[in-house]
């Protein structure tokens, strides 16, 4: 049976009863054994927690606000009924953990019981909350969106509401508000850090060289034609300008999206582009020659990496992530490839840096040795599923790899739909998966298997790397687990819409539950 609004009130009880028990047992951690540097850790992971616990809450109450008397579909209520269950097991373990800590503080039975299995019983148990609250605000987070766009009224300004509807999601994240008029920027107010390019790095604002808003430019579009009329190119500007609105509201860290600082008009080259804020404690990449680098997977894959198998799954995951986030309300990409997933550093303070150049200590912050989150960017083809596709492409075969088989002719395509998405998806994660094994060559370099294969020639391939029917299949490195997804990924109707739940199921939450597990 379907899940009803009010059923969701359970699970808001629920929720703030698991908050409430978070601060408590803050509490008493502190009083514990007050020199203990481990108490101050998993003090700091439990409000890490309650934090985006309470956020999440709040969501849950907007939802059952506006479902009174909607019914969730089906697919959606067997997600609803999965996490109350998690969360209702998390909240009693919890409380139990907590009526235990609180009964002998200070004595010599409870500090042996800490020091033997209490202490690590209590940090599984915070990693699995954190998890949860992962996966649930994502889950309810589409859910939500996907009621609203369900409920909208149609007529011909229905796709602006579903515009307002992502802008109102993102904003749940991020609430500071926008002046329209403010985005456009001016162009020659941009000072180039790097080789100018598609995408380059930038700073706006400041009269020291370096100093000022360190920003992401991104060039969309190809160049409109000098006959256009000015109302024409306002047209232009005016789609640009409402993108950089809707990813204005993004948070980086919950998205994997970029945010979106404003919009330019560059007349010298008739096009308009996007302006990126970096994610939060996130630097460019600095060449030996000191220039600054918007690195991409694509340049990523040229080399080698020697990082943890969980790196990957949670950067396969956090790619999905975002995927999700642009599909709620009824968007599509259209360019999801490796040149469009961008990779920054951790920005190191210098108080934080001793200098030590030991490999132990490099691994947790560059690449190769480790694997920073991914953010999706690109955005200059992207929709709203009920606009007008234009049903045109290219015939770069590089590009193509990526492209859904009914998606790489010249003209005449099929209309791109978010399954043509989920494939451009599942070719990305393959590649990542292979990436590192034995021989391994991106597939953009592989011009002897792609470059004059059919589309579906292309896609056999594709699958039988996901199969396993050549030697570096996918469940050689990942396991059969992460090859089917991939599989149901390539093998998405695309004449058929993926309901939210299908995707979150088959993939988001497939990766997440591999990426918790290592």
Not at 1 to 11: A, C, D, N, R
Not at 258 to 276: E, I, M, Q
Request: aromatic share 8%; hydrophobic share 40%; net charge neutral.
């Amino acid at each position: 049976m379907p899940v009803t609004g009010f059923e969701l009130f359970g699970l808001i009880g629920s929720g703030k009863a698991t908050a409430d028990i978070l601060d408590n047992t803050i509490r008493t951690l502190k009083n514990y054994h007050n020199s203990d540097e481990d108490i101050k850790e998993l003090c700091f992971a439990l409000k890490a927690d309650s934090v985006p616990l309470r956020a999440f809450i709040n969501i849950l109450t907007n939802i059952s606000t506006s479902a009174e008397g909607i019914d969730i579909a089906e697919e959606d209520g067997e997600l609803h009924k999965d996490i109350a269950l998690h969360l209702s097991s998390l909240e009693e373990r919890l409380r139990e953990r907590l009526s235990k800590l609180s009964s002998d503080p200070g004595g010599l039975a409870s500090r042996s019981a800490w020091a033997l299995w209490r202490k690590k019983d209590l940090e599984k148990l915070v990693k699995e909350l954190g998890d949860w609250i992962r996966r649930a605000w994502v889950i309810y987070a589409a859910i939500d969106a996907k009621m609203k766009s369900q409920t909208a009224v149609a007529g011909p300004h229905a796709s602006a509401r579903r515009m307002s509807n992502l802008v109102e999601l993102f904003g749940r994240l991020s609430v500071r508000p926008v002046q329209i008029e403010a985005l456009l920027k001016p162009f020659d107010g941009l000072k180039a850090q790097g080789e100018p390019s598609r995408r380059f790095a930038v700073t706006s604002g400041g009269t020291v060289p370096n100093q000022g808003t360190r920003l992401i430019f991104e060039y969309m579009y190809k160049p409109y034609s000098d006959n256009l009329t000015t109302d024409e190119v306002d047209l232009i500007g005016s789609a640009t300008r409402d993108l950089a609105c809707v990813l204005y509201h993004s948070n980086p860290e919950q998205t994997r999206i970029l945010k979106s600082h404003g919009y330019c008009h560059d007349p010298r080259t008739r096009r308009f582009g996007l302006l990126y804020e970096l994610p939060p404690s996130k630097t460019w990449i600095v060449t030996s020659a000191g220039h600054a680098r918007v690195l991409s997977l694509r340049e990523l894959l040229n080399r080698a990496p020697h990082c943890p198998l969980n790196h990957k799954l949670s950067f396969c995951c956090n790619i999905a992530q975002a995927v999700l986030y642009v599909h709620l309300v009824g968007w599509v990409h259209k360019s999801i490839r490796p040149d469009n997933i961008l990779v920054f550093e951790d920005e190191v303070n210098e108080e934080d840096d001793d200098g030590d150049k030991d490999v132990d200590v490099r691994s947790r912050r560059y690449f190769p040795f480790s694997l920073n989150s991914p953010y999706l960017a690109g955005f200059e083809y992207a929709r709203s599923v009920k606009a007008l596709s234009d049903r045109t492409s290219d015939a770069e075969w590089r590009v193509n790899i990526y492209r859904h088989p009914k998606r790489q002719h010249l003209v005449q395509n099929e209309e791109y739909t978010m399954a043509h998405d989920i494939y451009s998806l599942g070719v990305v994660l393959l590649e990542v998966c292979l990436w590192g094994s034995n021989g391994f060559v991106p597939f953009q370099k592989r011009d002897t298997t792609f470059k004059d294969a059919t589309p579906d020639k292309v896609k056999k391939d594709l699958l039988d790397m996901a199969r396993g029917k050549k030697m570096d299949g996918v469940a050689v490195f990942l396991g059969e687990r992460f090859a089917d997804l991939v599989t149901f990924c390539l093998n998405v109707d695309e004449k058929q819409e993926v309901p939210t739940a299908a995707f979150i199921q088959e993939v988001w939450l497939k990766l997440d539950e591999m990426r918790s597990a290592l």
